[in-house]
């Protein structure tokens, strides 16, 4: 990028100050004392270093920027404001206000040039260290000699907030092990956070911290002097194995006269009063919002943005003459779009799986489809938090992630994350947002809680991002209750735009992939079974992919009459289901089975499917090993769950104890049935 003169970089700097304690006054509400105190810090990596381009914000050869400290949004705000990217000064205007491009943290997706989603702090850098991994990995795959078409640098901005979250813990040791050398993370170094001074409970020595991680460590330096700040940078981006942390010494707010270095210069608006006597300090006499000519000149990044790319076509180009085949994949990757033979793939593995029929555990049926979809789709990128034998995520076509002797990529397909569910999260939302790959990390279910706030953020984020989560109840048996999934399946299901599948056999098992794969809007977990599950036979299977289906009539177990009842159930206890609609048919009484492998995608379907599914005028009973709060919504006369803890025994014990038999589920449904004869008297 180009150089601006020094004489130019306070008025730089004091136009972010300016922009943000304005937009927070106006809004009322806002951080600004964040912005107004990196504002030189923005104006060294933005003015001098960052390559991008604003009128294209998608270039795949883009650095990448990060504001973890996401609350200080006016900073990437204003940033992208100056240097011409599509956010006019009405944005500014309207920051934090209904339909804004300007919400209160930055939301990618909303904001041209904001690359993820920050706000809840720790996940930015976190989401940096995937955008670099994924960086380091494309790199591997696609340059070849004389041909580096991946060749772009991670910056993230964060403050004290971020290091005091446990999962930048997580993360930069993460990052330090995998020698990610283009990340290059800006410390706010204020001490000051909500509470007011750090000192009495942040006291962590962060160089040596990070030292420890086997991060370079730059600073302090004075993050009020562009050119030292300048040459920091300069001197990360040299930096050939290892990520680097520049510890930037600032004043929070600064610029205000009585709000520099206090907490409330951090989460409210300085006021009026304030205002006029920090534009005094500064010599910004502007009124608000209005912004020089000569200060758009010396920001504005266009051209040079331009020039950049254009450099980059024209090796991309000469790139794709020399490896067409690659050069076409890179594309198709960073699109975002599958393989050709995708639907071909899932086809072919339904068949097989239906075919075959097989009695394996549904973690084993999730190992068998990734099988042939990683084989098939090269871009899946797999890996677990330390669970791999448990999980079963790795396949032939996934060898080990490591790292070669000069510290590049081996080209593995399978990450181990080490105990780090929270960061393996986190780390796969990034290298979703980065492009190229489509990421799942496997855990035990009861470990989601662990990750949840990062499920939550991919949802929001609409990434795809897959999370196979295993030992999914208290089928896991002796482990106990701080490891049997109770309340987990449901609460996320509560999650709006995250798809939770929950499939009874290896034919579900594989449609739930091929759904979560083809998704390109949504994340998607599978919460799959460690003990064996029968499969359950089935006449068709068009119906599974979307999210519930008619698995038996009563026709099936001998019985020539309507259906008097609906058995609904999921994963393991679909079986049980099965098996109870046996013990109702020797009485005489007709029910038809559903399986509902995902509650989320069969609610989206139209009422027609659904009241053909679940006719309204039957009785219906839920059997699920969890929580039976969400069930009562389809109108059911019983719940067949589990509302406490579990147990440490073996498997077969706990179903006894805990009610899960054929023969308790075929009761319940007797009584679901007389009660509904009892009322329909009533009436």
């Not at 960073?334 to 029929?357: S, Y």
């Not at 449901?490 to 091929?514: H, K, M, N, Y």
């Not at 509902?596 to 009785?619: E, H, I």
């Amino acid at each position: 990028m180009a150089h601006n003169a020094a004489s130019n970089t306070t008025q730089m700097a004091n136009a972010i100050r300016a922009l943000a304690m304005d937009a927070v006054q106006q809004a009322n509400s806002g951080h600004p004392g964040a912005p107004m105190g990196m504002a030189d810090i923005a104006v060294a990596l933005w003015g001098r270093h960052l390559k991008h381009n604003p009128t294209n914000p998608q270039w795949a050869d883009r650095d990448r920027f990060v504001l973890s400290n996401g609350h200080g949004s006016m900073l990437i705000y204003a940033l992208l404001h100056l240097s011409g990217y599509d956010l006019p000064m009405a944005e500014l205007k309207a920051f934090r206000q209904l339909h804004s491009k300007t919400p209160g943290h930055p939301e990618v997706g909303i904001t041209p040039g904001v690359e993820t989603t920050t706000g809840p702090l720790g996940q930015g850098i976190t989401n940096a260290v995937g955008l670099a991994l994924a960086e380091k990995m494309m790199a591997k795959e696609f340059n070849r000699d004389g041909h580096a078409i991946v060749d772009h640098n991670t910056y993230v901005f964060l403050g004290d907030g971020c290091l005091m979250e446990g999962i930048s813990h997580e993360a930069c040791a993460l990052a330090g092990a995998w020698k990610l050398n283009k990340l290059i993370a800006i410390y706010d170094d204020n001490g000051i956070s909500i509470d007011g001074q750090v000192a009495p409970w942040f006291i962590d020595n962060t160089a040596q911290r990070f030292l420890a991680y086997g991060w370079n460590v730059i600073g302090s330096v004075d993050g009020h002097d562009v050119d030292a700040v300048d040459a920091a940078i300069a001197e990360a981006r040299k930096s050939s194995e290892k990520p680097t942390l520049i510890i930037a010494k600032t004043h929070i707010g600064k610029g205000s006269p009585n709000r520099a270095n206090t907490a409330k210069a951090h989460g409210e608006p300085l006021g009026a009063e304030e205002i006029k006597l920090t534009r005094e300090a500064i010599g910004w006499t502007h009124e608000p919002f209005v912004m020089p000519q000569e200060v758009y000149a010396d920001w504005d990044a266009k051209a040079a943005g331009a020039a950049a790319e254009k450099a980059w076509d024209e090796r991309f180009d000469a790139y794709a003459t020399a490896f067409p085949e690659l050069a076409a994949e890179f594309a198709r990757r960073m699109a975002g779009v599958l393989p050709a033979n995708f639907a071909q793939t899932a086809v072919d593995a339904v068949i097989a799986a239906h075919t075959k029929a097989e009695t394996v555990a549904s973690r084993k049926a999730s190992q068998l489809a990734l099988e042939a979809f990683t084989a098939a789709v090269p871009e899946l990128l797999g890996g677990s938090a330390d669970l791999t034998g448990s999980n079963l995520t790795n396949t032939k076509s996934t060898p080990a992630f490591r790292l070669e002797a000069d510290g590049s990529s081996n080209g593995g397909r399978h990450i181990n994350y080490g105990v780090r569910e929270f960061g393996m999260a986190a780390i796969m939302n990034g290298v979703a947002l980065h492009g190229g790959y489509i990421p799942y990390g496997g855990t035990f279910l009861t470990f989601s809680d662990y990750s949840r706030n990062a499920i939550r953020m991919a949802a929001l984020m609409k990434q795809r991002v897959i999370h196979v989560f295993t030992h999914d109840s208290i089928g896991l048996g002796e482990d106990g209750p701080t490891h049997q999934s109770i309340e987990h399946v449901a609460s996320l299901r509560l999650i709006p735009g995250l798809d939770v599948w929950r499939p009874a056999d290896t034919t579900e098992t594989v449609v739930a992939w091929t759904m979560a794969i083809g998704n390109a809007q949504r994340p998607s977990v599978l919460a799959l079974s460690r003990q064996n599950l029968p499969y359950a036979p089935k006449t068709a299977v068009d119906d599974i992919a979307k999210g519930g289906y008619v698995l038996a009539e009563p026709s099936e177990v001998g019985l020539k009459k309507k259906a008097q009842v609906v058995i609904i159930a999921t994963g393991s206890e679909v079986q049980l289901a099965l098996h109870a609609q046996q013990l109702l048919a020797k009485d005489g009484i007709a029910a038809r089975v559903v399986s509902m492998p995902s509650t989320n995608v069969f609610d989206r379907q139209d009422a027609k499917y659904k009241s053909s599914v679940l006719p309204a005028n039957l009785p219906r009973v839920a059997v699920e090993m969890g929580v039976s709060d969400g069930w009562w919504k389809y109108g059911c006369a019983a719940v067949v769950g589990i509302d406490s803890y579990g147990e440490s025994a073996p498997a077969g014990v706990l179903f006894k104890h805990f009610g899960f038999t054929a023969e308790n589920v075929a009761d319940t449904v007797k009584v679901a049935i007389g009660a509904a004869r009892l009322k329909a008297k009533r009436k």
